[in-house]
């Protein structure tokens, strides 16, 4: 055989099996992806098995995961809806934080997914009716209006951000009022 040819030959063997080759960063994105399935498949194992086995979970893993997901899967809008789930598993089992937490990964690293809004809302109102942080409640309330003001959801935290303040009773007194004045 004609020693070029058996050159080329070696040259296009070593380009195949380099290109063969995982990077660290498609390991760890391989990675993140089980680790996504198998959230999923935990999020919907526990969310139809009811709150017994909601109890059971280590929100711990649940933060842990989310955050490799979300590192090495940006812009992967089934790793999004994913993550939301996740975050409403952790408030189920009344991990506040870390269901804030989740959602704001899905803000910062999915900010074009639908799931967004929705989780910047839910970072709102974990604050606002679990934590009873209306400061941050309210930073949560303005930074959706800014960033989504023209989102279904966009009336209605106005209307939050109109009543946080409030107590029951004020609130109560005022729609009294309301219904005195429309009765009339």
Excluded at 51 to 74: E, F, G, L, N
Excluded at 103 to 112: A, F, Q, R, S
Excluded at 146 to 174: C, F, G, N, W
Aim: with cysteine; hydrophobic share 40%; proline share 3%.
């Amino acid at each position: 055989m004609n020693p070029r040819i058996s050159l080329y030959f070696i040259l296009i063997l070593l380009s195949i099996t380099a290109c063969k080759r995982e990077s660290p960063v498609d390991k760890e994105k391989e990675h993140a992806l089980v680790l996504r399935d198998s959230l999923s498949t935990l999020v919907r194992k526990v969310m139809s098995s009811g709150k017994d086995s909601a109890t059971q979970i280590d929100a711990q893993r649940v933060w842990d995961d989310a955050q490799i997901i979300a590192a090495h899967t940006k812009g992967d809008t089934v790793s999004a809806n994913v993550l939301f789930e996740a975050g409403a598993l952790l408030q189920a089992v009344n991990n506040i934080p870390k269901a804030i937490g989740t959602w704001g990964l899905i803000v910062e690293y999915y900010p074009e997914s639908r799931y967004a809004p929705l989780a910047l809302f839910q970072q709102g109102i974990a604050f606002d009716n679990d934590l009873h942080d209306k400061d941050n409640a309210g930073r949560y309330y303005k930074k959706f209006l800014t960033l989504y003001p023209k989102h279904k959801l966009a009336s209605q935290v106005e209307q939050l951000m109109k009543v946080m303040d409030k107590s029951d009773e004020e609130l109560i007194r005022e729609f009294e009022a309301k219904n005195k004045k429309e009765n009339k």
